[in-house]
C-alpha cells in the first residue's frame, strides 16, 4: 500500500486547507486511516482517526474545527480542517494499518504552516 498526501501549504490563522491523502496498490488490505502531525521539536500526534466502519475520533484541540472522512471507493482520505490555528503548524501525515492490524502504512508528509 502506498499513500500519497496532498492540500497543505500557508494559510492566514482563520482559514482553511483541505488535505487528501491517495492511496494506491493493495487498498482491499486497508482498514483504519488516521492524520498525524509533527510540529517543530515536537512528537508526532494523532490528529483524527476514521475506522472502516466509519467510527470518528479527534484529540481535543481540533474538535469542531476538523472533519476526518474516507471516501472508500477511491479510498481516499481526507481532513478538512477550518479556524485555523498557528498552533495547527506541522508536518501532517496519512497514516493506515492492514485490516487485521500487522501492518502500518505511512503517507510522506505534508506541511501545514499556519500565520499569526
Known amino acids: 500500500v502506498q499513500l500519497q498526501a496532498s492540500g497543505g501549504g500557508l494559510v492566514q490563522a482563520g482559514g482553511s486547507l483541505r488535505l487528501s491523502c491517495a492511496a494506491s496498490?493493495?487498498?482491499?488490505?486497508?482498514?483504519?486511516m488516521d492524520w498525524y502531525r509533527q510540529a517543530p521539536g515536537k512528537q508526532r500526534e494523532l490528529v483524527a482517526s476514521?475506522?472502516?466502519?466509519?467510527?470518528?475520533n479527534y484529540i481535543d484541540s481540533v474538535k469542531g474545527r476538523f472533519t476526518i472522512s474516507r471516501d472508500n471507493a477511491k479510498t481516499t482520505l481526507y481532513l478538512e480542517m477550518n479556524s485555523l490555528l498557528p498552533e495547527d503548524t506541522g508536518v501532517y501525515y496519512c497514516?493506515?494499518?492492514?485490516?487485521?492490524?500487522?501492518?502500518?502504512?505511512w503517507g510522506q508528509g505534508t506541511q501545514v504552516t499556519v500565520s499569526s
Open positions: 497514516h493506515a494499518k492492514s485490516r487485521l492490524g500487522y501492518n502500518d502504512y
Open positions: 496498490g493493495s487498498i482491499f488490505n486497508i482498514g483504519n
Open positions: 476514521i475506522t472502516s466502519g466509519g467510527k470518528i
